[in-house]
């Protein structure tokens, strides 16, 4: 990687707010000891997974939804904040990180989440990429381990080597995640772009405040 990228996507941004003290103290805490970029990566990919909730019901027109910090102070977060976190962590500890947004097909998503999104399409999916071992590795810390159990697929595993991308099928063979479209790499959240192009996508998800109440954990089944 060349002197430049490195420090680009090793700084902070509005969104992947990586010098933010409450960041910088838990990618510091997660990674006691642990002085290897893989190993740090490891850890807080895992931390980021399943220490925050996964929640698709989100306020989507609220920017702290994608902010890394507010994120981590809220304990869950959807798809785009969680790998803006996971992103945020690791750049805080000099490792090369950016997020992506992809096209996923669910499967598996619960009524209510089908019925507010109106389709199994789920535009601009969040991931995050993180620079390990001479290249570009895309990782989803989407789905916590509780929700992984309830929703009967095995929890997705980072190792710092590969790719960790959504999984295919749930631990029964069915279909549970395709990916139909990839819309690149970015150095910081394009959040101004992703709440006019999930209100218009998504009008009945889109609300002022989320849609209070709803817990894919609980609807989903155990």
Same mark, same amino acid.
């Given at each position: 990687?060349q002197?430049?990228?490195?420090?680009?996507?090793?700084?902070p941004?509005?969104?992947?707010?990586?010098?933010? $003290?409450?960041?910088?103290?838990?990618?510091?805490?997660? =990674?006691?000891?642990?002085?290897e970029?893989?190993?740090?990566?490891?850890?807080l /990919?895992?931390?980021?997974?399943?220490?925050?909730?996964? +929640?698709? /019901?989100?306020? /989507?027109l609220?920017?702290?939804?994608?902010?890394?910090?507010?994120?981590?102070?809220?304990?869950?977060?959807?798809?785009?904040?969680?790998?803006?976190?996971?992103?945020?962590?690791?750049?805080?500890?000099?490792?090369?990180?950016r997020?992506?947004?992809? +096209?996923v097909?669910n499967?598996?998503? =619960?009524?209510?989440?089908?019925?507010?999104?109106?389709t199994?399409?789920?535009? /601009?999916?969040?991931?995050a990429?993180?620079?390990?071992?001479?290249?570009?590795l895309?990782?989803s810390?989407?789905?916590?381990a509780?929700?992984? =159990?309830? *929703?009967?697929?095995?929890?997705?595993?980072?190792?710092?080597?590969?790719d960790?991308? *959504?999984?295919?099928?749930?631990?029964?063979?069915?279909?549970?995640?395709?990916?139909?479209?990839?819309?690149g790499?970015?150095?910081?959240?394009?959040?101004k772009?992703?709440?006019?192009?999930?209100?218009?996508?998504?009008?009945? *998800?889109?609300?002022?405040?989320?849609? $209070?109440?709803?817990?894919m954990?609980?609807?989903?089944?155990?």
């Amino acid at each position: 990687m060349q002197d430049s990228h490195h420090v680009l996507f090793t700084s902070p941004a509005e969104f992947i707010d990586s010098d933010h $003290r409450n960041v910088i103290a838990q990618a510091q805490g997660l =990674t006691v000891g642990v002085a290897e970029p893989a190993a740090q990566a490891r850890l807080l /990919y895992a931390a980021v997974r399943d220490e925050i909730r996964y +929640d698709p /019901y989100r306020d /989507y027109l609220d920017p702290d939804s994608y902010r890394a910090s507010a994120v981590l102070a809220a304990g869950t977060g959807y798809c785009v904040g969680k790998a803006a976190l996971f992103a945020a962590l690791c750049r805080a500890l000099g490792i090369p990180a950016r997020i992506g947004l992809a +096209d996923v097909m669910n499967h598996l998503a =619960t009524p209510r989440l089908l019925e507010a999104v109106g389709t199994n399409i789920f535009a /601009y999916h969040g991931y995050a990429e993180v620079f390990l071992g001479g290249r570009w590795l895309k990782a989803s810390p989407t789905f916590n381990a509780s929700l992984c =159990t309830k *929703l009967g697929v095995a929890p997705l595993p980072f190792d710092g080597r590969h790719d960790a991308l *959504l999984q295919s099928f749930d631990g029964q063979g069915r279909e549970f995640m395709a990916y139909i479209a990839d819309h690149g790499a970015f150095f910081d959240v394009p959040v101004k772009f992703l709440i006019i192009e999930m209100t218009r996508l998504y009008p009945k *998800l889109c609300i002022p405040g989320g849609l $209070r109440g709803a817990s894919m954990e609980q609807e989903a089944k155990a």
